[in-house]
């Protein structure tokens, strides 16, 4: 089984600054037989289900922000938030078919 | 406005059943597969288990620490998705969130608001 590892497991990041979160998995996840990357980003905010932010590893999901973005390929995958704003405190998750990461949890500095 | 509304969950003593069911509204239900994700307190996501459209013969697949004891099942007529849970252990203790799986993507589109099991010993 794919296993998905997350780092750091915590980040605290001044408002307006980047945040960058990590996701890497025990296999590839590119499919050569249509070249996508199924790795997915989630925000999960207190109290409420995950929401979807970014599919095949770099297509935003309607309404999200662009100042969310994703990148990689393979088995090494980033998410960013280039200009935090108060509203992205939450836990982030990566996720491959049917297995999720541990979970970041960001926070403001 | 999609919308997944999960009910069903409780307090259950270990060993018991419980039925939780996901009504759903705002898509096409029977061209979604659907999936139950849950979350312990304090925790992270795991995958429970998910249904495939009746186009794909509506099988379904489990993880291993529910395989043999829960049970997805789906009412397209209805728009509502079920899992029962049997012979439950304390650990099974969590949020169970119904989601949509999009087939294209293979990712968790939709959520419901979840509904907490309790499972006392």
């Known amino acids: 089984d794919i296993v998905m590892t997350q780092s750091p497991d915590s980040l605290a990041v001044s408002l307006g600054e980047r945040a960058t979160i990590n996701c890497k998995s025990s296999?590839?996840?590119?499919?050569?037989?249509?070249?996508?990357?199924?790795l997915a980003w989630y925000q999960q905010k207190p109290g409420q289900p995950p929401k979807l932010l970014i599919y095949w590893a770099s297509t935003r999901e309607s309404g999200v922000p662009d100042r969310f973005s994703g990148s990689g390929s393979g088995t090494d995958f980033t998410l960013t938030i280039s200009s935090l704003q108060a509203e992205d405190v939450a836990v982030y998750y990566c996720q491959h078919m049917y297995t999720f990461g541990q979970g970041t949890k960001l926070e403001i500095k | 406005e999609v919308q997944l509304v999960e009910s069903g969950g409780g307090l259950v003593q270990a060993g018991r059943s419980l039925r939780l069911s996901c009504t759903a509204s705002g898509f096409t239900f029977g061209e979604y597969a659907m999936s139950w994700v849950r979350q312990a307190p304090g925790k992270g996501l795991e995958w429970v288990g998910f249904i495939r459209i009746k186009a794909y013969g509506g099988t379904t697949e489990y993880a291993a620490s529910v395989k043999g004891r829960f049970t997805i099942s789906r009412d397209d007529s209805k728009s509502i998705a079920y899992l029962q849970m049997n012979s439950l252990k304390t650990e099974d203790t969590a949020v169970y969130y119904c989601?949509?799986?999009?087939?294209?993507?293979?990712?968790?589109?939709?959520w419901g608001q979840g509904t907490l099991v309790t499972v006392s010993s």
């Open positions: 296999q590839s996840v590119l499919y050569s037989s249509n070249n996508k990357n199924y």
């Open positions: 989601t949509g799986l999009g087939e294209a993507t293979q990712t968790f589109d939709y």
